[in-house]
């Protein structure tokens, strides 16, 4: 079985919950936006799942989150993935995200590699923004989250 961790990040402006949420780079996401966008995560095998949501964290934003994490029920993927999530509250600035990059093929079957960012952008949404741009399964994040802040 595949395994995810992640963190969502979030804020409070005037009192109102905000959710960092990053979008896939490389080419098949290029055009895509609704229900594609995640929490920064990826996948682990023996590590200890909290270190691997910091760690994937880091990779995917180029910043290192210490604090106080509240751990979220995880989430089955249709696929069989499990996702392990904690929440943090914290701030940062998306414009200022270093992604770590991964190599495909591309165009397709034309032998040429070429990187990519494995994010190419990070926001900040309102409640009902994120929960129509991130993938329908980890909305559940947002919603255990919001029910314990």
Not at 27 to 56: H, M, Q, Y
Not at 59 to 84: A, R, W
Not at 96 to 112: C, R
Not at 126 to 131: D, M, P, V
């Amino acid at each position: 079985m595949k395994k995810s961790a992640g963190i969502l990040l979030y804020r409070k402006i005037a009192g109102f919950p905000e959710f960092l949420l990053v979008h896939p780079g490389g080419p098949f996401w290029k055009n895509k936006d609704l229900g594609t966008w995640s929490i920064p995560k990826g996948e682990f095998t023996d590590e200890n799942p909290l270190a691997a949501a910091v760690r994937e964290f880091e990779e995917e934003t180029g910043t290192l989150l210490i604090g106080n994490f509240i751990s979220l029920e995880p989430v089955k993927l249709k696929s069989g993935k499990v996702i392990y999530a904690w929440a943090l509250e914290g701030n940062m600035n998306p414009e200022n995200i270093i992604s770590n990059e991964f190599e495909t093929e591309w165009p397709p079957k034309s032998g040429l590699l070429k990187k990519f960012p494995e994010v190419d952008k990070a926001g900040w949404f309102a409640e009902e923004i994120a929960l129509a741009k991130i993938n329908v399964a980890q909305g559940s994040f947002i919603l255990q989250l919001l029910r314990l802040i």
